[in-house]
């Protein structure tokens, strides 16, 4: 992927258009929002960037329940029990 | 860089994780909901960032960031990788000096005069400039990411990275929940589900 414009001292003033739209559509195609989109549907980059946004912060939203269920769960079984047991073996 | 997780990816995330509870396995029956929550999700950050064995500016970032959390933690879970190296390491040196960009930026438009298809281009991108300082907010180490390009080639490893760790967290919380007669059960999914890719 190297681009002569790139290559300048300082790469931050001229971005390729190509670069650009070539990274924006392999966003595009992580995005679950997007991609359950007719093919025929338009998407600008800005959208995409609003939805990639939005899709980080809801995965991180998501690690945090699952952080949060899984320590009630160490909390809440009997040290002894067959459970207990269990679990520590999933994870430990 | 791989578009989607792969089940090399998971096993190593589900290793790593596992590696750093057991760090906190002689501390996790004396501690509260609140620490063993911290606990859970610092090592299956650690785990995720070192997926990536410093490559990417956004697994660095996270590993110095957790590392201020929990210093110990890391320096354990690293503890094969050069641990010192990846916290101590500078960031990337691509964030461009921003008075040098801005004053450049001026002088470029003063030399132009600029078409009407220009003029609709600046306002594209500055409107995908706005956006992309969402992205920097939400990726770690975006701060130091002033190149656009660079940016959306972390954010697109980092979400790759972000879904493995909730593929396999998920996995096992649903196993755990279950409860111990249908524990055999998850687990041969989730077994199933790290092959299957």
Request: net charge positive; proline share 2%.
């Amino acid at each position: 992927m190297s681009n002569r414009r790139s290559r300048q001292s300082s790469s931050a003033l001229r971005i390729s258009d190509d670069q650009m739209i070539d990274l924006v559509s392999k966003l595009c195609q992580l995005l679950p929002e997007i991609r359950e989109r007719r093919r025929s549907d338009k998407v600008s980059a800005s959208k995409v960037l609003q939805e990639t946004c939005n899709y980080i912060r809801k995965l991180h939203r998501e690690v945090d329940n699952l952080s949060d269920r899984l320590s009630q769960l160490l909390d809440a079984v009997d040290e002894d029990s067959h459970e207990a047991s269990v679990i520590r073996s999933l994870l430990m | 860089m791989h578009m989607q997780p792969t089940s090399s990816m998971k096993e190593e995330f589900l290793q790593k994780w596992q590696m750093g509870l057991q760090i906190y396995r002689p501390l996790i029956d004396n501690t509260s909901v609140s620490e063993r929550r911290k606990a859970i999700k610092l090592s299956a950050d650690v785990a995720m960032a070192s997926l990536r064995r410093g490559t990417t500016c956004w697994s660095r970032a996270l590993i110095q960031k957790t590392a201020t959390e929990d210093n110990f933690l890391v320096r354990q879970m690293l503890s094969g990788i050069k641990a010192e190296t990846l916290i101590n390491k500078k960031l990337p040196k691509v964030m461009c000096h921003r008075k040098i960009v801005r004053r450049s930026k001026k002088i470029l438009r003063r030399r132009k005069s600029r078409s009407a298809i220009e003029e609709v281009a600046a306002k594209a991108r500055k409107l995908v400039k706005k956006k992309t300082q969402g992205l920097r907010n939400v990726v770690p180490g975006g701060e130091f990411m002033s190149n656009d390009v660079l940016l959306i080639q972390e954010t697109l490893d980092y979400i790759v990275s972000l879904q493995t760790q909730v593929n396999v967290m998920r996995s096992i919380v649903d196993a755990a929940e279950a409860g111990s007669e249908r524990t055999a059960y998850y687990l041969g999914k989730l077994k199933f589900a790290i092959e299957d890719g």
